[in-house]
């Protein structure tokens, strides 16, 4: 059985930076499609970015060339590098990853983020 476990996330000010990490276990399942998705107060839950095992990453239009993801493929770990927050940033951030021959996904344990000054 998948397993996802998220690291990192905080509060930062306006213009701050954060990594979020995420780290697969327990299943080649893990060698699919990664992605983080991110959940503000009473708004949809929204994809940020998504990598594939050997492919580069896709970002939202949103993300503006703020974030960067990446995956250790050997590790199975996914990083999100976040610079330039913004307070429209804070969310609760997820990173899933797909489950074999479906679109539904493993979720992991959600990490706040949250820009403020």
């Known amino acids: 059985q998948v397993q996802l476990v998220q690291y990192g996330g905080g509060s930062v000010q306006p213009g701050g930076s954060l990594t979020l990490s995420c780290a697969c276990t327990?299943?080649?399942?893990?060698?699919?499609?990664m992605e983080w998705y991110r959940q503000a107060p009473g708004k949809q839950r929204e994809l940020v970015a998504s990598?594939?095992?050997?492919?580069?990453?896709k970002y939202a239009a949103f993300v503006k060339g703020r974030f960067t993801l990446s995956r250790d493929n050997i590790e199975n770990t996914m990083e999100l590098e976040m610079n330039g927050l913004e307070p429209d940033d804070t969310a609760v951030y997820y990173c899933?990853?797909?489950?074999?021959?479906?679109?539904?996904?493993?979720w992991g344990q959600g990490t706040q983020v949250t820009v403020s000054s």
């Open positions: 327990g299943s080649t399942e893990c060698m699919n499609l």
């Open positions: 990598i594939p095992f050997l492919s580069s990453a």
């Open positions: 899933t990853v797909r489950k074999q021959r479906s679109d539904s996904m493993y």
